[in-house]
């Protein structure tokens, strides 16, 4: 789906390059906009009658604070993200949020100043289907704490379930149980409420499905969504509606607060 580029010692993905190729595509998926209902659900059982300050971890192009904005119209919204062109595509998306381009695996203040933004003390915080990509998640965690008061709820999905050499060539390094990403967001400052699998069992059959579809789906995608996949995406989207939280499901999701520094 997309190459890696060198990042230090680190293989990091070419994001730049996904959501030029691929931003279509995403619009339509039904395993995102399903992360995208778990996140909300998760999200709106957890907001406090103060101000909601709502930081996303890898905000791409925007889907989410569109969807959230639209619930949450007075809330504060800020998007990080690694691809200036993720970060062109959200704010033209969502003008009433803002974005800003991050590397969240450099270290903060590497450059002559600190960075704009730490002083957004998020009270919410979503980082959904990111930290698969990273050799290092943990470093990326506690670098995105840096915009987050103590106490923020954080929720976090990766993917579970089967790992093949196709998900290797979309950038995955890993795939997740609920017991490994809770160690992960305990090791880096958060702790953890809850830590479950969901999707099962409609959302582990799309997950085979794009498997044994791998390199026809990856071509078809950058070329921009043709009737089969709108229909077939419609038809998921539809039957995600009846997943269960279930230890069989292939999306892997937590819920932490972090602790402070």
Known sequence: ????VRHGDQAVDDW????????AAAELSPATRYRRRLAMHLLSDDRR??????????????????????DAPHAQFLGLELSRTGVD???RRVPAARFLQRDLLAPIGAGSSLPDGLDFRATHALCSDVLEHLDDPGLLLRHAAAYMAPG?????????????AFYSHIGHRRHYTPGQLGGLLES????????????????NLYRMLVTLRGPELIAQAARGPSLAMRVSGAIFDALFRLNLMHPWGWQT??????RGA
Not at 152 to 162: E, I, K, M, Y
Not at 188 to 203: E, K, L
Not at 253 to 258: I, N
């Open 152 to 164: 923020c709820s954080l929720v976090a999905t990766v993917p579970g379930g089967w790992f093949s």
């Open 49 to 70: 009658d103060g101000p909601v300050r709502m930081l996303e971890i890898g905000s791409g192009a925007g889907q989410f604070a569109a969807e959230f904005l639209a």
């Open 89 to 91: 595509l959200a704010s």
């Open 253 to 258: 999701v937590a819920v932490a607060r972090y």
């Open 188 to 203: 880096a400052g958060f702790a953890v409420q809850r830590a479950y699998a969901a999707g099962f069992p409609f959302f």
């Open 1 to 4: 789906m997309h190459d890696s």
């Open 16 to 23: 730049d390059r996904h959501w030029l190729d691929f931003s």
